[in-house]
């Protein structure tokens, strides 16, 4: 486990300044590294032996106050919110991430950095993605989180956000692998969940912090996501996705494919229905999955949770809790864990809370005003999507 976040490592500003260096990508820095031993010591070589690795333009570019000071000012803001940094001299950084061909060179994390060590699985799909996808992704979260599981995604729009809520909803746990610096919430919409995640979960960018969404950040980022989990899970892409990039990084590490089968016909599935004809492995059903990738189906729900997903502490279900919003945050807590594992009827989720009808659709209806629950025919509910 990581040390104090306010520590820096020493090696993780010559790091960040080759990285910055005029033509050095990640695989010139490792070559660096390589061939002078440390980054320090690249940093310290002469003109003619750097410029043989990189460029004359990098070598003349190490002296740079701009380089520098763009470096100094990110390390201080690290180290003045308390983000822990780690870089591939420290023990604590992920030996998943040593698998990849271009391993982040330095790391900037917020929150529960024990989540690293955990068995986690990422969960991605498109941003704009159907209804069905949603609710599945929800509820694939939620029971890869009760089983023991780490849910890895990219904190996006559409099936990113319903696997980290799912996560979260039944006291799970979470990582988000970010294409801006740990800091900044991106899209602007999802700025409560990510505050969530940082509280309750884990934030994962190599970005410097303050680095601000940039369209070719998201793609570099889809490595990460891969490389930290057992296996990649995609619900729904289509033909173009960047869902597609991180099963390509899975698969060059070795890591399992898992597609979700989506309609023939559908364009929102063109993109996972053809990797599922190109030999990756279908989801059959949810406990089968959780099953395959190590998760324990009959575990306990995970950190903060009992009994099928209900908090600790709250009311056993046999109670009869009021049904205004205000009894507080348990009654909900039942309504929407009993809701984890698909769409219910206002009398099945009263009979299974030990609630009168009348008092189940009062808290359904709350929860749906709080855009927590939506409303199906039949008078069915399940999570928003």
């Known amino acids: 486990m990581p040390g104090n976040p306010s520590d820096i490592p020493r090696d993780a500003f010559d790091l960040l300044l080759l990285e910055r260096l005029?033509?050095?990508g990640l695989a010139t820095v490792q070559r660096l590294v390589q061939r002078f031993g440390t980054p320090d010591?690249?940093?310290a070589a002469s003109n003619r032996d750097f410029a043989a690795v990189a460029s004359g333009a990098a070598a003349r570019a190490r002296t740079s106050r701009e380089l520098r000071g763009q470096v100094e000012t990110a390390l201080e803001v690290a180290?003045?919110?308390c983000m822990t940094v780690l870089t591939w001299s420290c023990p604590a950084y992920p030996g998943s991430l040593r698998h990849l061909a271009d391993p982040p060179p330095v790391l900037f994390l917020k929150g529960r950095t024990?989540?690293?060590?955990?068995?986690?699985?990422?969960?991605?799909?498109?941003?704009?993605?159907?209804?069905?996808s949603k609710d599945f992704a929800h509820r694939l979260g939620a029971a890869l989180a009760r089983a023991g599981c780490t849910v890895v995604s990219g904190l996006a729009l559409g099936i990113d956000r319903a696997a980290h809520e799912g996560a979260l909803r039944v006291g799970g746990d979470t990582v988000a692998v970010l294409g801006t610096g740990v800091d900044v919430a991106y899209p602007r919409s999802h700025a409560p969940l990510f505050r969530r995640i940082g509280e309750r979960g884990l934030l994962v960018s190599e970005f410097l912090?303050?680095?601000?969404a940039a369209p070719h950040h998201f793609p570099r980022r889809n490595r990460i996501l891969a490389a930290l989990s057992v296996a990649t899970v995609v619900v729904e892409?289509?033909?173009k996705s960047g869902a597609l990039i991180t099963v390509?990084?899975?698969?060059?590490?070795?890591?399992?494919?898992w597609i979700v089968p989506g309609p023939i016909e559908s364009v929102a599935c063109e993109g996972s229905n053809r990797l599922l004809a190109e030999g990756a492995r279908p989801v059959l059903s949810i406990p089968d999955l959780v099953r395959c990738v190590g998760g324990d189906a009959d575990r306990a729900p995970a950190r903060g949770t009992s009994d099928g997903g209900r908090p600790r502490n709250a009311e056993p279900p046999g109670a009869a809790p009021g049904a205004k919003r205000d009894r507080g945050p348990d009654v909900t807590s039942h309504v929407l864990a009993a809701l984890a594992d698909g769409p219910l009827?206002?009398?099945?989720?009263?009979?299974?809370?030990g609630l009168a009808p009348s008092e189940a659709l009062a808290l359904l209806t709350g929860l749906e005003l709080h855009g927590d629950v939506e409303r199906l025919a039949g008078m069915r509910f399940r999570w928003a999507a």
Not at 209 to 212: E, G, I, L, M
Not at 248 to 256: P, S, Y
Not at 345 to 353: G, N
């Open 79 to 81: 180290q003045r919110e």
């Open 114 to 132: 024990e989540l690293l060590d955990r068995r986690a699985v990422t969960v991605v799909g498109a941003r704009r993605s159907t209804a069905r």
């Open 41 to 43: 010591r690249a940093l």
């Open 22 to 24: 005029p033509g050095v």
């Open 345 to 353: 009827t206002v009398d099945e989720l009263a009979s299974r809370l």
């Open 248 to 257: 390509d990084h899975a698969l060059d590490i070795g890591r399992e494919v």
């Open 237 to 239: 892409a289509g033909r």
């Open 209 to 212: 912090p303050a680095t601000r």
